[in-house]
T-cell receptor, first 115, second 114 residues
Framework: NAGVMQNPRHLVRRRGQEARLRCSPM?????VYWYRQLPEEGLKFMVY????????ESGMPKERFSAEFPKEGPSILRIQQVVRGDSAAYFC?????????????FGQGTRLTVV | DQQVKQNSPSLSVQEGRISILNCDYT??????FLWYKKYPAEGPTFLIS?????DKNEDGRFTVFLNKSAKHLSLHIVPSQPGDSAVYFC?????????????FGQGTILTVHP
């Protein structure tokens, strides 16, 4: 049973370009969470999605960032017109359900560098 | 507003000794806490958790203690091993029924010397 798969592992973009980060949850998991880790900081929640629905996007920046989790295929975190401050590690996690004793499993992350 | 705080950025311990990592929280609504371990260039891995109805949970070399009145929890690793060297994060579900929406502390870098 493969774990949470994120790709690419490393992504370099020039300022103003678009970045697309992909996350395939573990088999049987229908809940996906995206986190961002800036240098020297802990992980910060960005968005929580279930298939075809955004459940909680309270941690998403108001502009340039969007996320989706289509019926088929991976979840996508899209950052438009990237700026240097977007450079960070982006982690995806998945869980089979919500509620007590339901830990989320994390992928290895995508390290975005904006030059 | 940092609701989960790990005030020690780093900790250095000799192999075989006890490692104690501390975490404080401010939100009295938190009722479940998790510890994650993270190696460089990898994602966090779940280590151990504790519900607020307990004050201790043990799993092998790892024990988590919760002091609700002080809003403080700690992770004890005994005995510490060089392979335990990693960044340790404490986290709490941010509310509701979603246990994947977590508030993380800043992390503590543990180094275990042989």
């Amino acid at each position: 049973n493969a774990g949470v798969m994120q790709n690419p592992r490393h992504l370099v973009r020039r300022r103003g370009q678009e970045a697309r980060l992909r996350c395939s949850p573990m088999k049987g998991h229908s809940h996906v969470y995206w986190y961002r880790q800036l240098p020297e900081e802990g992980l910060k929640f960005m968005v929580y999605l279930q298939k075809e629905n955004i459940i909680d996007e309270s941690g998403m920046p108001k502009e340039r960032f969007s996320a989706e989790f289509p019926k088929e295929g991976p979840s996508i975190l899209r950052i438009q017109q990237v700026v240097r401050g977007d450079s960070a590690a982006y982690f995806c996690a998945s869980s089979p359900q919500t509620g007590p004793n339901t830990e989320a499993f994390f992928g290895q992350g995508t390290r975005l560098t904006v030059v | 507003d940092q609701q989960v705080k790990q005030n020690s950025p780093s900790l250095s311990v000799q192999e075989g000794r006890i490692s104690i990592l501390n975490c404080d929280y401010t939100n009295s609504m938190f009722d479940y806490f998790l510890w994650y371990k993270k190696y460089p260039a990898e994602g966090p891995t779940f280590l151990i958790s504790i519900s607020s109805i307990k004050d201790k949970n043990e799993d092998g070399r790892f024990t988590v203690f919760l002091n609700k009145s002080a809003k403080h929890l700690s992770l004890h690793i005994v005995p510490s091993q060089p392979g335990d060297s990693a960044v340790y994060f404490c986290a709490a579900p941010a509310g509701g029924t979603s246990y994947g929406k977590l508030t993380f502390g800043q992390g503590t870098i543990l180094t275990v010397h042989p």
